[in-house]
């Protein structure tokens, strides 16, 4: 007996150190003070995050293993942030306020020449070809991408389409990003708009109109449909279509590492001007 209660507070030494480190709280815009939805919240390339709810409101499990790292706040249209997360845990309530970028105005450019309209990307799908991510735990986003190739050429972006589907719901709530290519990745966004849509999960392609945005490039760039899912709703309750050949992109967590596979594609493409 006399080893019991030693081996007890043992036992209660291990379990603590195995909880993870929890954090919940907010983020808001500096300016106003408004929460900020769907703000991408992750240890960066590390494939640990979630995403802010409609008010802004956050919650994540951080394994201990991690308590020296930096948490990394990302919303579109905002400047980013990283704070360590021994001084989040240190803050009572723990609240984030993020300073609104200061947006540069597009150039527009006027062609004599007359336009025309095409389809970049993957236009085709196969009904035995599904996209979801392998990472099974938590609440957070997942997010796929192609590769778009301008070839050069001034152009204007119309819409973007995408294959979904869904046993579990009706529709789904989704961000659409476009990332400038950095060395053969996602790299930073190329627009600072925020582009999100309630898209309808029942099987078939979805349109997002992008005319209101007024994107123009002449740069190569990936087109990225991620999945935001609503509290206590299934991460995998959406999956999008497929075909075989190519190469798409895909990352399991909010700020986490983007991982590159051939041999199949995202069934995604945009309708262009040039």
Avoid at 44 to 72: C, M, V, W, Y
Avoid at 198 to 220: H, Q
Wanted: glycine fraction near 8%.
């Amino acid at each position: 007996m006399k080893y019991s209660l030693p081996l007890f507070f043992l036992l209660l030494s291990l379990c603590c150190q195995a909880q993870p480190i929890r954090l919940a709280g907010q983020v808001l815009a500096k300016e106003s003070g408004s929460g900020l939805p769907y703000v991408n919240i992750g240890i960066l390339e590390k494939n640990i995050g979630t995403a802010s709810d409609e008010q802004g409101r956050f919650a994540l499990d951080l394994p201990r293993e991690h308590q020296q790292e930096t948490l990394t706040f990302s919303a579109v249209g905002y400047e980013e942030l990283s704070v360590p997360v021994a001084e989040l845990r240190s803050m009572q309530p723990l609240v984030i306020k993020l300073q609104e970028k200061e947006m540069q105005l597009q150039e527009v450019v006027v062609r004599s020449r007359k336009l025309r309209v095409r389809r970049l990307g993957v236009t085709g799908r196969l009904s035995v070809v599904w996209g979801q991510p392998e990472q099974k735990e938590g609440h957070d986003i997942y997010e796929f991408a192609n590769f778009i190739n301008v070839k050069g050429r001034e152009t204007e972006l119309l819409s973007a389409h995408f294959y979904l589907t869904s046993s579990k719901l009706d529709s789904a709530l989704f961000r659409i990003n476009l990332y400038k290519d950095r060395g053969g990745f996602p790299g930073e966004r190329l627009v600072e708009k925020s582009i999100v849509q309630r898209l309808s999960a029942k099987e078939g392609w979805v349109s997002i109109n992008l005319e209101s945005f007024s994107v123009y490039t002449d740069d190569n760039f990936f087109l990225g449909i991620e999945y935001l899912p609503a509290a206590n709703t299934d991460k995998f309750a959406v999956t999008l279509g497929g075909t075989l050949g190519g190469t798409s992109y895909s990352r399991k967590s909010s700020l986490g590492a983007w991982e590159k596979f051939s041999g199949v594609s995202l069934s995604g493409y945009v309708t262009v001007q040039q």
